[in-house]
């Protein structure tokens, strides 16, 4: 039973691990250049004015697609990964196996205690991610506004009535990942563990993305400048165009280093280094091109069947789009019952870069609107979106699960992560599943 366990763990990882034939980064270019440029200039709008809205398409492809591409990829990369210590471990000095059965420990948090010297865990998790909120607002539903190029240029839109035109779009965003990891964790000395994370990732992006013409021209001279269809006096002024790509193969694979520097009356004090390598595409999103650096430093102590912990860390993220972090987590695991211990964390991760916050069109712009005759000039504040402008993304999470070991070399995990603010892009609920088997 125990080798077909194996067998179908390392089968599910080869099948994981298959590169993806789509490139992901391209998805959101491919939808701004379609509708903002091509179909306007195919729709043969009279005169020029089927290329009005290609600067709003450079504008997206600079500034949004970036934007957006960052967000996906540095959820997916940064996910935490479970705890390097294990409840049941195996030490193997003596040239046998021997099991030892200890508190089964906290799931996503850390403790001070290493395994040993000579003891290995090995372990499989998958984790689903919905990300189905940004800032709190619902992904399916992010919108953003796109205005006329300013010709001739006089630094004011308005003062011809075709700038008066604009576009909106519903992105109608749908984003979700598997992450299925394998987990080794070696005891080098006493006081120092080795840890290995491969993560393989499997991310889709779907949806129908709309986009409107608020025609000015059309409503003021019953003749529209800029349309998808027909004619002037019966414009098609809605399009959309629908995307569904997937990748799947290696993520960043992460490489943990824990040291126990203190042990005194059941109270430990560790330091845990976690670098995450750029081993996955960027282009799909596996990845985010660079190297992260986590370091962390951990208090943990035994009272009895309860152990509480605290972790105070930073987190170092070169992306150019990505903040720094201080995080922390606290929480406790509990022994309940023989082989089960349940376990509650609180989750914070605090931007220090504040200038680093993603920027999806933030602000508005004033458009004049010319009237047909000697009517009073009307000025309209036009929101480019509806994603709520900050320089942070601060997140809180809660984390709340089961270790359950049904013998002494399996161990279960089970555990649900839930956003306890709006920041970020966050999954409403977070599960992870889990399975140790060692030998």
Same mark, same amino acid.
């Given at each position: 039973?125990?080798?077909?366990?194996?067998?179908?763990?390392?089968?599910?990882?080869?099948?994981?691990?298959?590169?993806?034939? +789509?490139?992901?980064?391209?998805?959101?270019?491919?939808?701004?250049?379609?509708?903002?440029?091509?179909?306007?200039?195919?729709?043969?709008?009279?005169?020029?004015?089927?290329?009005?809205?290609?600067? !709003?398409?450079?504008? +997206?492809?600079?500034?949004?697609? %970036?934007?957006?591409?960052?967000?996906?990829?540095?959820? /997916?990369?940064?996910?935490?990964?479970?705890?390097?210590?294990?409840?049941?471990?195996?030490?193997?000095?003596?040239?046998?196996? /021997?099991?030892?059965?200890?508190?089964?420990? %906290?799931?996503?948090? @850390?403790?001070?205690?290493?395994?040993?010297?000579?003891?290995?865990?090995?372990?499989?998790?998958?984790?689903?991610?919905?990300?189905?909120?940004?800032?709190?607002?619902?992904?399916?539903?992010?919108?953003?506004?796109?205005?006329?190029?300013?010709?001739?240029?006089?630094?004011?839109?308005?003062?011809? %009535?075709?700038?008066?035109?604009?576009?909106?779009?519903?992105?109608?965003?749908?984003?979700?990942?598997?992450?299925?990891?394998?987990?080794?964790?070696?005891?080098?000395?006493?006081?120092?563990?080795?840890?290995?994370?491969?993560?393989?990732?499997?991310?889709?992006?779907?949806?129908?993305?709309? +986009?409107?013409? @608020?025609?000015?021209?059309?409503?003021?001279?019953?003749?529209?400048?800029?349309?998808?269809?027909?004619?002037?006096?019966?414009?098609?002024?809605?399009?959309?165009?629908?995307?569904?790509?997937?990748?799947?193969?290696?993520?960043?694979?992460?490489?943990?280093?824990?040291?126990?520097?203190?042990? !005194?009356?059941?109270? @430990?004090?560790?330091?845990?280094?976690?670098?995450?390598?750029?081993?996955?595409?960027?282009?799909?999103?596996?990845?985010?091109?660079?190297?992260?650096?986590?370091?962390?430093?951990?208090?943990?102590?035994?009272?009895?069947?309860?152990?509480?912990?605290?972790?105070?860390?930073?987190?170092?993220?070169?992306?150019?789009?990505?903040?720094?972090?201080?995080?922390?987590?606290?929480?406790?695991?509990?022994?309940?019952?023989?082989?089960?211990?349940?376990? !509650?964390?609180?989750?914070?991760?605090?931007?220090?870069?504040?200038?680093?916050?993603?920027?999806?069109?933030?602000?508005?712009?004033?458009?004049?609107?010319? #009237?047909?005759?000697?009517?009073?000039?009307?000025?309209?504040?036009?929101?480019?979106?509806?994603? #709520?402008?900050?320089?942070?993304?601060?997140?809180?999470?809660?984390?709340?699960?089961?270790?359950?070991?049904?013998?002494?070399?399996?161990?279960?995990?089970?555990?649900?992560?839930?956003?306890?603010?709006?920041?970020?892009?966050?999954?409403?609920?977070? #599960?992870?599943?889990?399975?140790?088997?060692?030998?």
């Amino acid at each position: 039973m125990q080798k077909k366990l194996i067998w179908m763990i390392g089968f599910g990882v080869v099948m994981m691990a298959r590169p993806g034939l +789509a490139q992901l980064n391209q998805v959101f270019n491919r939808i701004f250049t379609e509708i903002l440029d091509t179909r306007f200039t195919l729709s043969r709008s009279p005169g020029q004015h089927g290329e009005h809205f290609r600067d !709003a398409s450079i504008i +997206a492809n600079q500034k949004l697609v %970036p934007a957006l591409n960052s967000l996906i990829a540095s959820n /997916v990369s940064s996910f935490p990964l479970s705890s390097t210590a294990a409840g049941i471990t195996f030490d193997v000095s003596s040239g046998m196996p /021997v099991s030892i059965m200890e508190s089964l420990g %906290p799931i996503f948090a @850390e403790n001070a205690r290493t395994l040993g010297e000579g003891k290995v865990n090995i372990g499989f998790n998958a984790t689903y991610l919905s990300l189905d909120k940004f800032r709190g607002l619902p992904t399916r539903d992010i919108q953003f506004t796109f205005t006329h190029v300013d010709f001739p240029q006089t630094g004011v839109l308005g003062d011809n %009535p075709n700038e008066s035109d604009l576009v909106d779009f519903d992105l109608d965003l749908n984003a979700n990942a598997s992450i299925f990891a394998l987990l080794a964790t070696i005891g080098v000395t006493k006081n120092l563990d080795v840890g290995l994370a491969i993560p393989f990732v499997r991310i889709s992006l779907r949806g129908n993305t709309t +986009a409107t013409v @608020e025609s000015f021209t059309f409503a003021r001279n019953d003749s529209a400048s800029h349309h998808f269809g027909d004619d002037t006096r019966n414009p098609v002024l809605f399009t959309s165009t629908n995307y569904d790509e997937s990748a799947t193969g290696l993520g960043d694979i992460g490489l943990r280093l824990k040291y126990r520097f203190f042990r !005194a009356a059941e109270v @430990e004090m560790a330091a845990l280094l976690d670098l995450r390598l750029p081993t996955g595409d960027e282009k799909d999103f596996l990845g985010t091109g660079k190297t992260n650096a986590r370091f962390t430093w951990i208090m943990s102590k035994k009272i009895g069947d309860f152990s509480p912990h605290l972790n105070l860390g930073y987190e170092r993220r070169a992306g150019s789009l990505d903040s720094d972090e201080f995080e922390f987590t606290a929480g406790f695991d509990q022994k309940i019952a023989s082989g089960v211990s349940f376990a !509650a964390e609180f989750l914070g991760e605090f931007d220090v870069n504040r200038g680093e916050a993603i920027k999806l069109f933030p602000g508005t712009t004033e458009i004049i609107d010319m #009237p047909r005759s000697s009517q009073s000039r009307n000025v309209r504040q036009v929101d480019l979106s509806n994603v #709520p402008d900050r320089n942070y993304d601060h997140t809180l999470n809660g984390s709340f699960g089961f270790r359950i070991a049904p013998s002494e070399r399996l161990l279960l995990l089970g555990n649900i992560l839930v956003p306890l603010n709006d920041g970020g892009l966050r999954s409403n609920v977070v #599960p992870t599943l889990g399975v140790s088997v060692n030998f």
